[in-house]
DNA sequence: ATGTCCCAAGGATTGGGA
């Protein structure tokens, strides 16, 4: 089973580039980030002919989540992430495909750092640690794939030095990343590679991908009941240098089920 | 500070967000 994650950056203007990627690789779980449109305006007709079921939170210019099954409705679980009523902004769906777990989300950003945006940022990283450990303690098998807006260690992003007063590279960011895997999550593309260097995200200026001047922000977190399935982790690079991209790099990993049952 | 791209308002270009 192979589970990956996709900030499309506009659901509108990469549909096309959507629909190839699916078809190419066939991925039996997608959840997609940054949908900016509204809840109508999400293109199920498109996706449902591509062979996927699919949920979505959507929202007018901005975020919006979805989550993508091949050849089933992912059956939704919980919508927005749990903590805070008030919050409005389209983050966070979860869902289960073929008895698995399936989290999808969209961190916020965070920037600038100070501000009220990077609070924002630090109170729903609190909110997602306490439904995080919630799912441990489940005990079902469990991803939570997305994009973090996070890079984990200095091996994740191109010049650290440049970004340690980032919202997405703050020490208070990454101090709450650690907590979260500490709960016994498995960040499963550095378990497959240890020491490689690896980006999810190139940003639009300045020939980034070109110069692979990039950032490693989005992450698919296995529970400890889940992670003896894993069997491979990678990204695919190359859409992101195709015609009208989006910033961010597709991310999958592949599952083993088999290995789950007993 | 800059660079680029997406979306929306309004009906062209500008602003917000990333």
């Not at 805070?84 to 916020?108: K, M, T």
């Not at 440049?162 to 020490?171: E, G, K, S, T």
């Amino acid at each position: 089973m192979r589970v990956a994650t996709f900030n499309v950056n506009g659901i509108g203007a990469r549909l096309g580039a959507l629909l190839q990627w699916l078809e190419e690789t066939k991925p039996d779980v997608a959840c997609l980030q940054e949908l900016k449109a509204p809840q109508e305006r999400f293109p199920l007709a498109e996706i449902n002919a591509a062979g996927y079921g699919a949920i979505w939170q959507g929202q007018k210019s901005w975020n919006g989540v979805a989550i993508l099954a091949r050849g089933t409705d992912p059956v939704e679980v919980t919508r927005g992430l749990p903590g805070d009523p008030s919050d409005e902004q389209s983050r966070y769906l979860e869902a289960v495909v073929n008895d698995i777990v399936i989290c999808g989300l969209y961190l916020p950003n965070g920037n600038p750092a100070p501000g009220p945006k990077f609070d924002y940022k630090l109170a729903w990283f609190e909110r997602l640690i306490a439904r995080a450990q919630q799912l441990i303690d489940t005990g079902a098998p469990v991803v939570i794939a997305g994009d973090y807006n996070v890079m984990p260690t200095e091996l994740d992003v191109y010049k650290p030095e440049r970004w340690v007063d980032d919202a997405l590279f703050r020490p208070e960011t990454r101090a709450a990343f650690q907590r979260l895997v500490n709960q016994g999550w498995l960040d499963a593309l550095r378990a497959i590679h240890p020491d490689e260097v690896i980006y999810t995200f190139y940003d639009y200026f300045r020939n980034a991908y070109g110069r692979n001047a990039g950032l490693r922000i989005d992450h698919l977190l296995l529970s400890p009941t889940l992670a003896p399935a894993l069997r491979a982790a990678g990204t695919d690079h190359a859409v992101r240098g195709r015609e009208k991209p989006s910033d961010h790099v597709p991310t999958w990993v592949e599952l083993d089920l088999s290995a789950l049952k007993a």
